[in-house]
């Protein structure tokens, strides 16, 4: 097997440059993907910046490829050269522990992510364990589709962890990266949307990507009208919040739910949750099987993230508009290796 072209990132926080692995033989259970796209998530940045202690270098990022599969190892099923598939932020789990059983395989302590300690798809080939690459439907655009496979998964898992109905009224906290699809999904499933924003800029745009309402975190007077009125709160940011005037946002048995990854402790009075019977929660991406269900869900909708586009060779250009916070809202780099 060939040489694999790839960009890497040779030590946290450097450029990007042309890097080439051998990849060794490709195993039984795995699946090589020729990309054609892959999203840029902000956790690609946190791992080039190794925020989190656990990168690896070189390091070659990318956890949201769709492509073509080249080659199926040999007891791989129901998958076959020329499909196009998608990975998300995981490429493995052990498959044979109580969650892999269960169909949790996201919670298997073993699982393999796609970019720690693993060749992502900032490249143009990308391999993984079977079980995680997940067909796309003709129906959704390949070249934005990218960012479903982590963002997406990301915001659509709570419906279906917490079965969540189409009455429901459900706030978003940020309108970014990730509020920006919770926003799509949310409309979609039928839910009575509100958007918590602390740009105003964002207030119209808001509106035309799903929410019926869009309320100032920033106001006070705004978040006391929103008292006791929802039944679950998405919270995709990463940073600190007014804890409290949130929790005040929730109904009777009403839940607030991260799924951004806030580093600092969040302070939470045990009395109002035992007063409204509240629920305090978090979730990570999503099962193999709850990522198909999403994007049978977006096809039927036409869900899609709002993406820019770079060539992959631009790569380094791609991450400094993501670090000036410009996206509106994903970036999706098309592979140019030639």
Request: hydrophobic share 45%.
């Amino acid at each position: 097997m060939s040489n694999i072209r790839a960009w890497a990132a040779l030590a946290a926080g450097n450029r990007f440059v042309p890097y080439e692995y051998d990849p060794g033989p490709l195993g039984p259970d795995e699946v090589e993907i020729a990309v054609e796209h892959c999203g840029i998530c902000h956790s690609d940045l946190s791992v080039l910046e190794n925020d989190w202690g656990i990168s690896r270098y070189p390091l070659v990022p990318g956890h949201e490829a769709v492509g073509r599969i080249v080659a199926v190892g040999e007891r791989v099923a129901g998958l076959a050269p020329g499909q196009r598939v998608g990975v998300g932020w995981h490429a493995g789990s052990c498959m044979h522990c109580h969650s892999c059983l269960g169909g949790d395989q996201h919670l298997c302590a073993a699982a393999q992510a796609t970019i720690v300690g693993h060749h992502g798809g900032f490249a143009e080939r990308l391999r993984s364990h079977w079980a995680w690459v997940v067909p796309i439907p003709d129906a959704l655009d390949p070249g934005a589709v990218g960012p479903l496979l982590c963002g997406g998964i990301t915001v659509f898992s709570p419906l279906l962890l917490y079965g969540i109905r189409p009455t429901a009224r459900v706030g978003v906290v940020g309108i970014g990266g990730l509020g920006h699809m919770a926003l799509k999904f949310l409309r979609a499933w039928g839910c009575e949307v509100t958007a918590f924003t602390s740009s105003e800029s964002k207030r119209e745009e808001a509106r035309r990507l799903g929410a019926h309402r869009v309320v100032s975190s920033r106001d006070a007077g705004a978040m006391r009208t929103m008292a006791r009125s929802l039944d679950l709160i998405i919270v995709t940011v990463n940073v600190p919040l007014d804890w409290d005037a949130l929790m005040a946002t929730l109904a009777p048995k009403g839940r607030l739910h991260l799924v951004g990854a806030v580093l600092e402790p969040i302070p939470v009075a045990a009395m109002n949750l035992l007063l409204g019977q509240l629920d305090v929660s978090g979730s990570p991406t999503g099962s193999p099987t709850a990522i198909a269900t999403m994007l049978a869900f977006a096809a039927r909708h036409q869900v899609l993230p709002q993406v820019e586009h770079f060539p992959m060779s631009r790569v380094n250009d791609a991450f400094e508009h993501l670090r000036a916070g410009k996206p509106r809202y994903r970036i999706v780099l098309d592979a140019d290796f030639g």
